[in-house]
């Protein structure tokens, strides 16, 4: 299939194909998963709750018969589990790693992790940045490994401090989420700048799922079960919006489509807010370089991992 003729309805086949996906339990994540299974790859869904991944896990094969899945116990604010999750991947090579798993807190106060990194900062870009970073060589021993990573719009208007990366002062949990996504598409863009210099097959791209509503999601019980009335009062913003079936569809597109490249975007056609996957360019802030190394810097500091030093 040709960049502009993809099908997010009739995915390529990917039989004896590994791929891991973050945050696979619920949300987007679950219909990364979902879609992924369909096409006879073996899918980890990366998870820190057991009970909701199995259910997962069991929506989907109800679903997908025969679906190839397994459960990876993975919490991303925690660098022993993330440690742990290598050892219980049970397979030789990884096709894709989709970064997914993503926290927006919503209360005033700061939180830290027990690493005392700030919650979102660590959760979804010091975590991957570990992940990744431990993963490399089950990347390597692909054929053509690929690292996607979930950024988002918001990401465009944040202003990351290299002084102040953890958002110590004058704290606000939307900015701080805002920032962490910057994070995670600054080092996504990095990644593949390093990977092309270091000569690997492995690529890196960037996607963002929209504006992504659970109550414009398809019910999939017990994993996602809107009532009548959600749906209803959703429906409105399905002119801008679209729910997270159809937002997974850029991060599938970035892990399958053989005409994506690495240090690429790919979002959702309408504004950036819905619709079918496609390329956008990248330029501002994803576009800085030397942020983009300062980050890096500062991340394997703070993690204490730095596979392209
Ligand atoms: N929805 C949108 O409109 C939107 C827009 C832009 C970007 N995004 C990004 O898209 C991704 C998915 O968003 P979503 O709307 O699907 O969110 P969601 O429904 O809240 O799902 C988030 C997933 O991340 C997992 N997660 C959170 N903290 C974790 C941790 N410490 N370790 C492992 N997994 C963890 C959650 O697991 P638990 O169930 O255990 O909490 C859940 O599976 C995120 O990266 C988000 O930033 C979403």
Redesign the pocket.
């Known amino acids: 299939m040709s960049a502009t003729s993809w099908d997010v309805h009739r995915l390529p086949r990917a039989e004896h194909r590994n791929f891991l996906v973050?945050?696979?339990?619920?949300?987007?994540?679950?219909f990364v998963a979902e879609q992924l299974a369909s096409t006879g790859a073996t899918v980890l869904l990366?998870?820190?709750?057991t009970a909701?991944a199995e259910a997962a896990m069991g929506t989907i094969r109800s679903r997908v018969p025969g679906a190839r899945l397994r459960h990876v116990p993975?919490?991303?604010?925690?660098r022993a589990?993330i440690e742990a999750s290598i050892t219980t991947l049970g397979v030789t090579a990884l096709d894709a790693i989709v970064?997914?798993?993503?926290?927006?807190l919503e209360q005033p106060e700061r939180q830290v992790t027990g690493e005392g990194n700030e919650l979102m900062f660590a959760?979804?870009h010091l975590?991957h940045f570990a992940l990744v970073g431990l993963l490399t060589p089950l990347l390597e021993a692909a054929e053509a490994g690929r690292v996607v990573t979930?950024?988002?719009?918001?990401a465009g208007s944040a202003k990351f401090d290299p002084a102040d990366p953890q958002s110590t002062r004058d704290y606000q949990s939307k900015r701080a989420?805002a920032r962490s996504?910057l994070a995670?598409m600054l080092f996504g863009f990095e990644l593949d700048r390093r990977l092309r210099a270091a000569g690997s097959t492995t690529l890196s791209t960037v996607t963002?799922?929209?504006?992504?509503?659970?109550s414009l999601t398809p019910a999939r019980p017990p994993v996602h079960e809107p009532t009548t009335g959600q749906r209803l009062r959703g429906l409105p913003a399905a002119l801008m919006?679209h729910g997270?079936q159809a937002?997974a569809q850029a991060a599938v597109r970035a892990t399958l489509d053989p005409a994506v490249r690495g240090g690429q975007l790919w979002a959702p056609r309408w504004f950036g807010l819905r619709g079918n996957p496609r390329q956008l360019p990248v330029r501002g802030t994803f576009a800085d370089h030397a942020l983009a190394d300062r980050l890096w810097t500062l991340s394997a500091e703070l993690t204490g991992i730095d596979v392209f030093g």
């Open positions: 973050t945050g696979a339990n619920a949300g987007i994540g679950y990366g998870s820190r709750n909701k993975l919490d991303l604010g925690d589990s970064c997914n798993a993503g926290v927006l959760t979804n975590g979930t950024g988002s719009l918001v989420y996504k995670q963002h799922p929209g504006g992504a509503l659970d919006l997270k937002a």
